[in-house]
C-alpha cells in the first residue's frame, strides 16, 4: 500500500467516527431531557464544545494543507469555497476561547451551514450526479466532480468537509444551549 493510500484510509476511518460520534452526539441533544443520566455527557460537550471545535477545525485546516501543499492534490473551485468556510472558524474559536465568548457558536453554525451546503453539493458531483450549476474549474484547471479519494464507497474529499460542518453544527448546539 502506498503512503497516500495508508493516509486516505486513515483519514476515511477518523471521518466514519465522527460520522458516528456526531449521530450519537445528535441523538443525545434530543433525548437528552427525557434521559437525565446522560447529562455528564451533556454538560462535557456544552463545556468542552469550544475547544473541540477549535481542535476539529485546525485539524481539518492542517489536513487540507497537507494534501494539497504537501501531496499535491490540487483543490478545485468548490474546494476553495468551502475552505473559506472552514479556515476562519479556527481562528474563531481561538479568540473565543481566549476570551471565554460562547457566542461564537451561533456564528460556525452560519459557517457551517454554508460549507455544508457546498460540500454535499460537491459530493453530490463527485458521485455522478449532474452538473446544476457552473463548476469554478476555470479558475482553478480542476474538474470539481474528480474524485482523488474514494473509501468504503462513499467518503469523498467532500464529504469529509460535509461531515466536519455537520458535527461542528451539532456541537454547536450544545454550546448555544449552555449559553442561553
Known amino acids: 500500500m502506498y503512503p497516500i493510500?495508508?493516509?486516505n484510509?486513515?483519514?476515511?476511518?477518523?471521518?466514519?467516527?465522527?460520522?458516528?460520534i456526531g449521530i450519537a452526539f445528535l441523538a443525545l441533544f434530543f433525548l437528552r431531557k427525557r434521559f437525565p443520566d446522560l447529562a455528564p455527557i451533556a454538560g462535557f460537550l456544552s463545556g468542552r464544545?469550544?475547544?473541540?471545535?477549535?481542535?476539529?477545525?485546525?485539524?481539518g485546516t492542517i489536513l487540507s494543507l497537507f494534501y494539497s501543499e504537501v501531496l499535491g492534490v490540487a483543490p478545485c473551485g468548490l474546494c476553495w469555497l468551502?475552505?473559506?468556510?472552514l479556515y476562519p472558524q479556527a481562528l474563531l474559536f481561538a479568540v473565543a476561547l481566549w476570551k471565554?465568548?460562547?457566542?461564537?457558536a451561533d456564528y460556525s453554525?452560519?459557517?457551517?451551514?454554508f460549507g455544508g451546503a457546498i460540500a454535499l453539493y460537491q459530493h453530490y458531483l463527485?458521485?455522478?450526479?449532474?452538473?446544476?450549476l457552473p463548476c469554478p474549474a476555470v479558475a482553478t484547471g480542476v474538474d470539481c466532480a474528480q474524485r482523488y479519494l474514494f473509501e468504503f464507497g462513499y467518503i469523498t474529499f467532500p464529504l469529509m468537509s460535509f461531515t466536519i460542518f455537520a458535527f461542528l453544527i451539532i456541537l454547536m448546539?450544545?454550546?448555544?444551549?449552555r449559553a442561553v
Do not use: P
Not at 463527485?126 to 446544476?132: D, K, L, R, Y
Open 9 to 20: 484510509y486513515l483519514v476515511a476511518l477518523a471521518t466514519l467516527a465522527l460520522q458516528v
Open 173 to 177: 448546539l450544545f454550546v448555544r444551549k
Open 49 to 59: 464544545g469550544l475547544w473541540i471545535g477549535f481542535l476539529l477545525t485546525l485539524s
Open 109 to 113: 453554525i452560519a459557517f457551517s451551514i
Open 82 to 85: 468551502q475552505r473559506v468556510f
Open 100 to 104: 471565554a465568548d460562547r457566542s461564537v
Open 126 to 132: 463527485q458521485m455522478g450526479g449532474a452538473s446544476i
Open 5 to 7: 493510500e495508508s493516509i
